[in-house]
């Protein structure tokens, strides 16, 4: 075929629901895909430790059922990645039920479904380590170590294009995939009807946030990407928007240490040449871009492993003295935390909203807060009494901070809740890590049925 057409609904399927209007405008068009990421890493390590969705089902469900009757409609094949923002086992599963409640729902002819998994057992790579194999930081950290592989709870491999294409040349008409490069989730459909890695690749960067790549912003709004042998077009389907040369170059270098870079399991994307052009009043066409094989095939690992239980607490201040000494009175607290649970088996973290309580040490005007401040506390212990009570007094001393100058008794700090809120356990990131494997399958193994 001379071009394929790919459309994407949603950046991060089920993260907020997508907007229909768009999408049935793009549905219309009878394209080849549709396709949708469903995961990231930036809704923390919490869902990926304790195995949950940092999205409510039902918006999820929203989205599935929507991509799901549009695709059996026009008979074209509906691909999604990083099932259920982590791409667990468990989180394929949920989403392989709700895909089959949808098709009994609505009576959907019968079609064939496949899928893979994406989670990885602690002790394969414990093996790899043993066996002499480095599982290799990224982003400056060390090599991973067997003890922090053991302050693991759970691991996913990152897959690339490799288990999509093969559940499509088996004939899927549906894919649902464990954790996934946002890219390959579209760049494997070009590859498998034979388009070039370059722009396969693009193809997949351009739409993975679905309109994000367009302006005036709107996010959850449907874009569509169509490659040929020669280039990328990407167009904007909400009749608000268009795909301009800023806003697709833009969306290019998003996330990323390097503008240019884009790495993928078996490879990088060089974006460095790349030619951006206006060729309609909604979409822009890209040339130039080069795929670079890599030496060894490795594969991204994210891991997350428990902290501990977690409350919340809130304190406001808007006493100017306060507000100028507040280091010493989140200093106080934690002081009187440890004279009441010693220095260690506890945590507090204390974040200063109206000063630089989004970006901490990196804030330009750190020495310039707000007329008033909102301090949110995290306390992290053992268990949920103790987080408790570890988060309680590292709030409620807030109040009593003994301050120089100071002659009232009334205390500088208001309380938005008397109590302080149960919260999600508290987990960290253990590995994001690269792994070497002979087989770019061995980590993924892929599933299919008939439903309907």
Same mark, same amino acid.
């Given at each position: 075929?001379?071009?394929?057409?790919?459309?994407?609904?949603?950046?991060?399927?089920?993260?907020?629901?997508?907007?229909?209007?768009?999408?049935?405008?793009?549905?219309?068009?009878?394209?080849?895909? #549709?396709?949708?990421?469903?995961?990231?890493?930036?809704?923390?390590?919490?869902?990926? $430790?304790?195995? =949950? +969705?940092?999205? !409510?089902?039902? *918006?999820?469900?929203?989205?599935?059922?929507?991509?799901?009757?549009?695709?059996?409609?026009?008979?074209?094949?509906?691909?999604?990645?990083?099932?259920?923002?982590?791409?667990?086992?468990?989180?394929?599963?949920?989403?392989? %039920?709700?895909?089959?409640?949808?098709?009994?729902?609505?009576?959907?002819?019968?079609?064939?479904?496949?899928?893979?998994?994406?989670?990885?057992?602690?002790? /394969?790579?414990?093996?790899?380590?043993?066996?002499?194999? !480095?599982?290799?930081?990224?982003?400056?950290?060390?090599?991973?170590?067997?003890?922090?592989?053991?302050?693991?709870?759970?691991?996913?491999? /990152?897959?690339?294009?490799?288990?999509?294409?093969?559940?499509? %040349?088996?004939?899927?008409?549906?894919?649902?995939?464990?954790?996934?490069?946002?890219?390959? #989730?579209?760049?494997?459909?070009?590859?498998?009807?034979?388009? &070039?890695?370059?722009?396969?690749?693009?193809?997949?960067?351009?739409?993975?946030?679905?309109?994000? +790549?367009?302006?005036?912003?709107?996010?959850?709004?449907? @874009?569509?990407?169509?490659? =040929?042998?020669?280039?990328?077009?990407?167009?904007?389907?909400?009749?608000?928007?268009?795909?301009?040369?800023?806003?697709?170059?833009?969306?290019?270098?998003?996330?990323?240490?390097?503008?240019?870079?884009?790495?993928?399991?078996? $490879?990088?994307?060089?974006?460095?040449? +790349?030619?951006?052009?206006? @060729?309609?009043?909604?979409?822009?066409?890209?040339?130039?871009?080069?795929?670079?094989?890599?030496?060894?095939?490795?594969?991204?690992?994210?891991?997350?492993?428990?902290?501990?239980?977690?409350?919340?607490?809130?304190?406001? #201040?808007?006493? !100017?003295? =306060?507000?100028?000494?507040?280091?010493?009175?989140?200093? *106080?607290?934690?002081?009187?935390?440890?004279?009441?649970?010693?220095?260690?088996?506890?945590?507090?973290?204390?974040?200063?909203?109206?000063?630089?309580?989004?970006?901490?040490?990196?804030? &330009?005007?750190?020495?310039?807060?707000?007329?008033?401040?909102?301090?949110?506390?995290?306390?992290?212990?053992?268990?949920?009494?103790?987080?408790?009570?570890?988060? /309680?007094?590292?709030?409620?001393?807030?109040?009593?901070?003994?301050?120089?100058?100071?002659?009232?008794?009334?205390?500088?700090?208001?309380?938005?809740?008397?109590?302080?809120?149960?919260?999600?356990?508290?987990?960290?990131?253990?590995?994001?890590?690269?792994?070497?494997?002979?087989?770019?399958?061995?980590?993924?193994? =892929?599933?299919?049925?008939?439903?309907?």
């Amino acid at each position: 075929m001379a071009s394929l057409r790919i459309i994407c609904p949603n950046g991060h399927l089920g993260f907020a629901p997508l907007k229909p209007d768009s999408f049935h405008v793009a549905v219309a068009t009878r394209p080849d895909f #549709i396709a949708a990421d469903s995961g990231s890493d930036d809704i923390g390590p919490v869902p990926l $430790g304790a195995d =949950t +969705c940092a999205s !409510p089902k039902a *918006w999820q469900r929203h989205d599935l059922e929507e991509m799901l009757l549009a695709a059996r409609r026009i008979n074209v094949p509906m691909i999604i990645g990083s099932s259920g923002d982590t791409g667990t086992n468990s989180r394929v599963d949920m989403y392989l %039920e709700m895909i089959r409640e949808i098709a009994a729902e609505h009576q959907l002819a019968p079609f064939k479904l496949g899928w893979f998994y994406s989670e990885v057992d602690k002790e /394969m790579v414990r093996g790899k380590i043993r066996s002499g194999s !480095p599982v290799r930081g990224l982003d400056a950290r060390e090599d991973l170590t067997e003890a922090e592989l053991d302050a693991t709870s759970r691991i996913v491999a /990152m897959a690339g294009v490799h288990p999509f294409i093969k559940l499509l %040349e088996e004939g899927c008409d549906v894919i649902i995939g464990g954790r996934s490069s946002d890219s390959a #989730i579209f760049a494997a459909a070009a590859l498998f009807k034979g388009y &070039p890695e370059a722009e396969s690749y693009y193809l997949g960067k351009v739409l993975e946030c679905a309109s994000f +790549c367009a302006e005036p912003y709107g996010a959850k709004e449907t @874009v569509m990407g169509e490659i =040929t042998q020669d280039f990328v077009e990407v167009t904007a389907m909400a009749d608000f928007q268009r795909c301009t040369i800023a806003s697709v170059a833009g969306h290019a270098m998003y996330e990323r240490s390097n503008p240019y870079h884009e790495f993928v399991a078996g $490879g990088m994307l060089d974006m460095t040449h +790349c030619d951006y052009s206006q @060729v309609s009043e909604k979409t822009t066409r890209v040339t130039g871009m080069q795929f670079v094989p890599a030496t060894d095939f490795r594969v991204k690992l994210e891991g997350s492993g428990k902290v501990g239980e977690r409350y919340v607490g809130m304190a406001g #201040i808007r006493d !100017p003295y =306060t507000i100028a000494n507040v280091d010493r009175v989140i200093d *106080w607290a934690r002081t009187q935390t440890r004279e009441r649970f010693g220095d260690t088996g506890w945590e507090l973290h204390y974040n200063v909203f109206g000063r630089d309580g989004v970006m901490g040490d990196m804030e &330009p005007l750190r020495d310039k807060p707000g007329h008033e401040l909102m301090i949110v506390v995290q306390g992290v212990a053992p268990t949920r009494e103790m987080a408790e009570e570890v988060t /309680m007094t590292g709030t409620r001393q807030l109040f009593y901070a003994r301050l120089p100058d100071v002659k009232g008794t009334a205390g500088g700090v208001s309380f938005v809740l008397d109590e302080v809120l149960l919260a999600s356990p508290a987990y960290r990131w253990t590995l994001n890590h690269t792994m070497a494997v002979s087989d770019p399958l061995e980590l993924f193994p =892929t599933h299919s049925a008939i439903v309907g």
